[in-house]
């Protein structure tokens, strides 16, 4: 199993920048997609962003693109994601997910498709 811890979430102001960890530990020796959710009061998880293992893929949500870039360091075990031109309607709960899989380009964005979750971080943009 692997085990995933969120940080870097905050309050900033529209049009701030943020940056979002995801740490892993456990069977990390395996390769394994990761993928970043977000969940707002009231609303379902949305899929934001994922990278493949090799980090050969990434994918994003329309929202989001152009304005955050995932990417990962294996040789620390974690992914960021960096979160520019932060606009209010990006506040949200923050997840990280990360699924087994060895395929170069294998990024899912659906959330059924991750066997592990960390608690998330929260994300507060003011206007």
């Given at each position: 199993?692997?085990?995933?811890?969120?940080?870097?979430?905050?309050?900033?102001?529209?049009?701030?920048?943020?940056?979002?960890?995801?740490?892993?530990?456990?069977?990390?020796?395996?390769?394994?997609?990761?993928?970043?959710?977000?969940?707002?009061?009231?609303?379902?998880?949305?899929?934001?962003?994922?990278?493949?293992?090799?980090?050969?893929?990434?994918?994003?949500?329309?929202s989001?693109?152009?304005?955050?870039?995932?990417?990962?360091?294996?040789?620390?075990?974690?992914?960021?994601?960096?979160?520019?031109?932060?606009?209010?309607?990006?506040?949200?709960?923050?997840?990280?997910?990360?699924r087994?899989?060895?395929?170069?380009?294998?990024?899912?964005?659906?959330?059924?498709?991750?066997?592990y979750?960390?608690?998330?971080?929260?994300?507060?943009?003011?206007?």
């Amino acid at each position: 199993q692997v085990q995933l811890v969120e940080s870097g979430g905050g309050l900033v102001q529209a049009g701030g920048s943020l940056r979002l960890s995801c740490v892993a530990s456990g069977r990390t020796s395996s390769s394994y997609a990761v993928g970043w959710f977000r969940q707002a009061p009231g609303k379902e998880r949305d899929f934001v962003s994922a990278i493949s293992w090799s980090g050969a893929n990434t994918d994003y949500a329309d929202s989001v693109k152009g304005r955050f870039t995932i990417s990962r360091d294996n040789a620390k075990n974690t992914v960021y994601l960096q979160m520019n031109s932060l606009k209010p309607e990006d506040t949200a709960f923050y997840y990280c997910a990360a699924r087994y899989d060895s395929r170069h380009y294998y990024a899912p964005r659906l959330s059924y498709e991750y066997s592990y979750w960390g608690q998330g971080t929260q994300v507060t943009v003011s206007s």
